[in-house]
């Protein structure tokens, strides 16, 4: 089911269900509700987790062949590491105030 392999690929990612969410626009809440299959996330949304994380179609929808694109999951993940590491360092420099 799409909510097992969002699962997954938020699990492959090393991310929180919340980076995951803000970083395509989605309320976290409603991104709980999907993981917890309560929910089916429109196409719309799918499409966005597509591109955004450079995530292959076909597993997405299908869960048969490879996560990530040919595009490179490796670049994503820097991308992904590079994004947290940035957040971090903002919320540590608005804790010191």
């Given at each position: ?34 993981l ?11 499409l ?11 597993w ?5 062949g490879?996560?990530?694109?040919n ?7 820097k ?6 590491h ?12």
């Open positions: 089911m799409i909510n097992e392999r969002l699962k997954a690929l938020i699990s492959e990612l090393g991310i929180s269900q919340r980076q995951f969410a803000l970083k395509i626009g989605l309320d976290p809440g409603y991104l709980s509700r999907i917890k299959g309560t929910s089916v996330p429109p196409e719309r949304i799918l966005l987790i597509e591109k955004v994380f450079s995530v292959n179609k076909n997405l929808e299908s869960g048969e490879e996560i990530f694109s595009q490179g999951s490796s670049l994503v993940k991308q992904i590491l590079e994004l947290i940035l957040m971090n360092t903002k919320l540590l420099h608005l804790k010191c105030f």
